[in-house]
């Protein structure tokens, strides 16, 4: 449980209830984050907060919404949240 050892890197409290559930029980990344959320998932500002990097690597990708919503799903698996993420890649796209 690298979060752990490394306390010093800012996780939050529900990413890092994630990264427990995924470290103890294997489960999906995915699965976890809906967990916490009922199975409506976070509505918030994470996966924005690191979709630039999707816009710049997959700007002439066939599909954006679909790398963007990969990236997204592993913390926020609510629509509105990985929307958030996918209007950051399309401004940078």
Do not use: N
Not at 1 to 16: K, N, V
Not at 59 to 71: I, L
Not at 72 to 88: E, M, N, Q, R, Y
Request: aromatic letters at 8%; proline letters at 6%; hydrophobic letters at 40%.
């Amino acid at each position: 449980m690298s979060h752990h050892r490394e306390p010093d890197r800012g996780y939050g409290g529900r990413p890092l209830k994630i990264l427990d559930m995924v470290d103890k029980s294997g489960m999906a990344y995915s699965k976890a984050a809906g967990l916490l959320y009922g199975f409506g998932g976070s509505p918030g500002k994470g996966a924005a907060m690191r979709a630039a990097p999707i816009g710049l690597f997959f700007y002439d990708s066939s599909d954006p919404y679909a790398e963007t919503r990969a990236s997204a799903v592993v913390t926020h698996t609510h629509p509105l949240g990985i929307d958030g993420a996918a209007a950051v890649v399309k401004a940078v796209v």
